[in-house]
C-alpha cells in the first residue's frame, strides 16, 4: 500500500522559513513523480512545486508563481523522502500543504496523496 505522510508545519512568523518533508513507502519510489500543493481555507488545492521523476538528463521542477524564488523542492530517492524547504514566508502562505506521488501506466495517472501538515504563518 502506497502512502505518504508529511511533518514539519507549525506556526511561524513572516519572513521565517520552515522545512516540510514527506516520507514514502509501498512504492518503487524513484519511478514517481512527486510535488507539494497546499490549500488555504476557502480556497482551492493549488500547486506548489513539482518534480518529475529524475533522469541522467533531466530533472524537471515547476513552481507555482507565488512561489519562485522562495521555495525548493527536493528529493532523496534512497531515503524515499520528499522536501519542501520555504523561505521568506508570508501570511498568504498559511494553508495545508500536501505532499503527492505520482506514477503514469497504462495511459493512466496513479495519484497518492498524504493527509497534509498544517503551516501558520502569522506574528
Known amino acids: 500500500q502506497v502512502q505518504l505522510v508529511e511533518s514539519g508545519g507549525g506556526l511561524v512568523q513572516p519572513g521565517g522559513s520552515l522545512r516540510l518533508s514527506c516520507a514514502a513507502s509501498g512504492l518503487s519510489f524513484h519511478d514517481y513523480a512527486v510535488s507539494w500543493h497546499r490549500q488555504a481555507s476557502g480556497k482551492e488545492r493549488e500547486l506548489v512545486a513539482v518534480?518529475?521523476?529524475?533522469?541522467?538528463?533531466?530533472?524537471?521542477?515547476q513552481y507555482g508563481d507565488s512561489m519562485k524564488g522562495r521555495f525548493t523542492i527536493s528529493r532523496d530517492n534512497a531515503k524515499k523522502m520528499v522536501y519542501l524547504q520555504m523561505n521568506s514566508l508570508k501570511p498568504e502562505d498559511t494553508a495545508v500543504y500536501y505532499c503527492?506521488?505520482?506514477?503514469?501506466?497504462?495511459?493512466?495517472?496513479?495519484?497518492?496523496w498524504g493527509q497534509g501538515t498544517q503551516v501558520t504563518v502569522s506574528s
Open positions: 518534480m518529475t521523476v529524475p533522469s541522467p538528463t533531466t530533472n524537471h521542477v
Open positions: 503527492s506521488a505520482e506514477i503514469w501506466k497504462s495511459g493512466r495517472p496513479y495519484t497518492t
